[in-house]
């Protein structure tokens, strides 16, 4: 089994070490396909090898013993509660499961900002033809301020009321992936509990890429991906 005690990297170039990248291979998009450092390439090989090797055993008694410290590990990172981490196969999963258990009602909206990502629009739009929710767009066009995204988000919010309607939840990046912005989700996260809107955080460009912080922000839902 490998030794996971690493000396720490340097962010930039000097992390190349750790993959294991073509010499003439310059990776630009990891985002989309990416790969995992040597040493989880590593622990993922002993794990498959324990899952070869007794594999009823493995899935019946020991996979929870394996998921259970892995969650407390990046419950800590996140700085939450282990009882608030679960694992999904990636963050597009996650939205869609929370968007499909919530019941919606006549007069409901979902919003979202122009730079939703794509997969996770068209499960908005599925759930418009399944469902009573309606969706409401903000248009974002960079380059544009912080305080301008807040505050057409609040304002659409508060349009939504005026006009009878509720905005019954909200989706937001982390990062968004076109075009490649740091979104000021946490004050977007207090907007919505300002206005009793519940938070969808899409943080798929999140663990690794910016201070997260969860159990100070405290959005409704956050999804994320460890692989990019």
Same mark, same amino acid.
């Given at each position: 089994?490998?030794?996971?005690?690493?000396?720490?990297?340097?962010?930039?170039?000097?992390? *190349?070490?750790?993959?294991?990248?073509?010499?003439?291979?310059?990776?630009?998009?990891?985002?989309?396909?990416?790969?995992?450092?040597?040493?989880?390439?590593?622990?993922?090989?002993?794990?498959?090898?324990?899952?070869?090797?007794?594999?009823?055993?493995?899935?019946?008694?020991?996979?929870?013993?394996?998921?259970?410290?892995?969650?407390?590990?990046?419950?800590?990172?996140?700085?939450?509660?282990?009882?608030?981490?679960?694992?999904?196969?990636?963050?597009?999963?996650?939205?869609?499961?929370?968007?499909?258990?919530?019941?919606?009602?006549?007069?409901?909206?979902?919003?979202?900002?122009?730079?939703?990502?794509?997969?996770?629009?068209?499960?908005?739009?599925?759930?418009?033809?399944?469902?009573?929710?309606?969706?409401?767009?903000?248009?974002?066009?960079?380059?544009?301020?912080?305080?301008?995204?807040?505050?057409?988000?609040?304002?659409?919010?508060?349009?939504?009321?005026?006009?009878? *309607?509720?905005?019954?939840?909200?989706?937001?990046?982390?990062?968004?992936?076109?075009?490649?912005?740091?979104?000021?989700?946490?004050?977007?996260?207090?907007?919505?509990?300002?206005?009793?809107?519940?938070?969808?955080?899409?943080?798929?460009?999140?663990?690794?890429?910016?201070?997260?912080?969860?159990?100070?922000?405290?959005?409704?839902?956050?999804?994320?991906?460890?692989?990019?």
């Amino acid at each position: 089994m490998a030794d996971l005690k690493q000396t720490r990297t340097h962010f930039g170039h000097a992390m *190349r070490s750790h993959f294991q990248f073509d010499p003439s291979y310059i990776p630009l998009n990891h985002g989309a396909f990416g790969t995992y450092p040597k040493p989880v390439k590593d622990r993922l090989h002993y794990y498959q090898n324990l899952s070869e090797s007794r594999p009823d055993d493995f899935f019946r008694f020991r996979l929870a013993q394996f998921l259970d410290p892995a969650r407390g590990a990046i419950a800590d990172f996140l700085g939450v509660d282990t009882g608030e981490c679960v694992f999904l196969p990636n963050a597009t999963t996650g939205i869609n499961t929370v968007l499909r258990s919530l019941v919606f009602q006549k007069g409901d909206v979902i919003v979202h900002f122009s730079t939703i990502y794509g997969a996770c629009e068209k499960t908005v739009e599925y759930l418009k033809e399944t469902t009573p929710v309606d969706s409401a767009q903000i248009p974002l066009n960079y380059p544009i301020g912080d305080d301008d995204v807040v505050f057409r988000f609040q304002d659409k919010i508060r349009t939504l009321k005026t006009e009878g *309607r509720r905005a019954r939840v909200a989706i937001f990046d982390t990062v968004s992936s076109l075009p490649g912005v740091r979104v000021p989700w946490e004050r977007l996260v207090e907007a919505c509990r300002d206005e009793g809107t519940l938070s969808l955080v899409d943080g798929a460009h999140g663990i690794g890429h910016i201070q997260l912080h969860l159990g100070k922000v405290q959005p409704d839902f956050f999804v994320s991906n460890c692989h990019k």
